[in-house]
T-cell receptor, first 115, second 111 residues
Framework: GAVVSQHPSWVICKSGTSVKIECRSLDFQATTMFWYRQFPKQSLMLMATSNEGSKATYEQGVEKDKFLINHASLTLSTLTVTSAHPEDSSFYIC???????????FGPGTRLTVL | GQNIDQPTEMTATEGAIVQINCTYQTSGFNGLFWYQQHAGEAPTFLSYNVLDGLEEKGRFSSFLSRSKGYSYLLLKELQMKDSASYLCAVRDSQAGTALIFGKGTTLSVSS
């Protein structure tokens, strides 16, 4: 089956620093990748959709200058949380789909804690 | 816009059957998904419905009525490991291929 990995699994950083999260499709080429954020006991909230080689499409209320997304290849998308603050602490999950297919394959998530 | 509603919590006992309902409102419907998520883990795919009717897959079945904006996930022969959050998600044709998730239903299975 299709496997999506994320790195790191968890990260703790100081307020004001930037954190990069990688999302990789290991055994397929993902034309589209999605980034979600999940706060405790809440559902997944779509942050942005990224297509390989083009700019990401951000959902309303998500600051594109704060959450930088790069989808440089068909197997890698990165999310950089710039100048992180405690309110950015959350569970960040990526997913990938193949050729706009039906199913999205989710990564294991990255837990970010900003002190 | 989109709106997806499902119960917050449900409880059941081992061996029982439980039905988790989901109602949705979207600008343009293009498929409904059910995912299972254990605490601290990523969601795993359970089912997909795009046409009306029942889709059965082992102990899990999912039903869709597009005219009513309604779906349910049916879990049979419940096991303790089925304790998890169950997420209803809709693909809105105006949102491309992205999924819009409901808040999830936390199911607790007791012995």
């Amino acid at each position: 089956g299709a496997v999506v990995s994320q790195h790191p699994s968890w990260v703790i950083c100081k307020s004001g620093t930037s954190v990069k999260i990688e999302c990789r499709s290991l055994d397929f080429q993902a034309t589209t990748m999605f980034w979600y954020r999940q706060f405790p006991k809440q559902s997944l909230m779509l942050m942005a959709t990224s297509n390989e080689g083009s700019k990401a499409t951000y959902e309303q209320g998500v600051e594109k200058d704060k959450f930088l997304i790069n989808h440089a290849s068909l197997t890698l998308s990165t999310l950089t949380v710039t100048s992180a603050h405690p309110e950015d602490s959350s569970f960040y999950i990526c997913s990938a789909s193949l050729n706009a297919g039906v199913e999205q394959f989710f990564g294991p998530g990255t837990r970010l804690t900003v002190l | 816009g989109q709106n997806i509603d499902q119960p917050t919590e449900m409880t059941a006992t081992e061996g029982a059957i439980v039905q988790i309902n989901c109602t949705y409102q979207t600008s343009g419907f293009n498929g409904l998904f059910w995912y299972q998520q254990h605490a601290g883990e990523a969601p795993t795919f359970l089912s997909y419905n795009v046409l009306d009717g029942l889709e059965e897959k082992g102990r899990f079945s999912s039903f869709l009525s597009r005219s009513k904006g309604y779906s349910y996930l049916l879990l049979k022969e419940l096991q303790m490991k089925d304790s998890a959050s169950y997420l209803c998600a809709v693909r809105d044709s105006q949102a491309g291929t992205a999924l819009i998730f409901g808040k999830g239903t936390t199911l607790s299975v007791s012995s």
